[in-house]
T-cell receptor, first 113, second 113 residues
């Protein structure tokens, strides 16, 4: 079983729709959960950062973490064509000296005008 | 807004040659990381670095790889004898604390011929 699993997509939605993304994981030591956006051949750009279980909202983005189910989600409201990108979930355990991030494979999202 | 920078953006080298990839982390950050992403695959952790020493490394980070912080601003990744399978996008990241957000640079695309 992979440590972090993410549907590769592509996920195609019309402009204005809600985009729903998710990841599952197997390592119960993960406590920090992130969503990054990556445009083609660019570096990952942080969108959301959450600790442990719960919800976090930032503008059009909502991140949810359910540690009991080992499941995290990202919702993008009122999607725009500029949201077309690959979305990467990443997670890490708590360590004293630098946390390595374990990434999912990414979901490619296409928002059509 | 401060950002992580990387040079060069592209590097082409012959198999067996040494390459040095350079990164300038965000100035007040103390934790540094290298990741790589082979085309079409997930972002993979290579190494984390804190207080002038490696804090964690992955199985990929074998004796061919080394990291260094030669001065107060640069952080480098050296591959001593490149192999074809080292062709990938290499990302540098930095964070202000072990559990703080990791900010990624734009990457160096390495092609080994």
């Amino acid at each position: 079983q992979k440590e972090v699993e993410q549907d590769p997509g592509p996920l195609s939605v019309p402009e204005g729709a809600i985009v729903s993304l998710n990841c599952t994981y197997s390592n119960s030591a993960f406590q920090y959960f992130m969503w990054y956006r990556q445009y083609s051949r660019k570096g990952p750009e942080l969108l959301m950062y959450t600790y442990s279980s719960g919800n976090k909202e930032d503008g059009r983005f909502t991140a949810q973490v359910d540690k009991s189910s080992k499941y995290i989600s990202l919702f993008i409201r009122d999607s725009q064509p500029s949201d077309s990108a690959t979305y990467l979930c990443a997670m890490s355990a708590a360590k004293a000296a630098g946390n390595k991030l374990t990434f999912g494979g990414g979901t490619r999202v296409l928002v059509k005008p | 807004e401060p950002e992580v920078t990387q040079t060069p953006s592209h590097q082409v080298t012959q198999m067996g040659q040494e390459v040095i990839l350079r990164c300038v982390p965000i100035s007040n950050h103390l934790y540094f990381y290298w990741y790589r992403q082979i085309l079409g695959q997930k972002v993979e952790f290579l190494v984390s670095f804190y207080n002038n020493e490696i804090s964690e490394k992955s199985e990929i980070f074998d004796d061919q790889f080394s990291v260094e912080r030669p001065d107060g601003s640069n952080f480098t990744l050296k591959i001593r004898s490149t192999k074809l399978e080292d062709s990938a996008m290499y990302f540098c990241a930095s964070s202000s604390g072990p559990r703080e957000t990791q900010y990624f640079g734009p990457g160096t695309r390495l092609l080994v011929l």
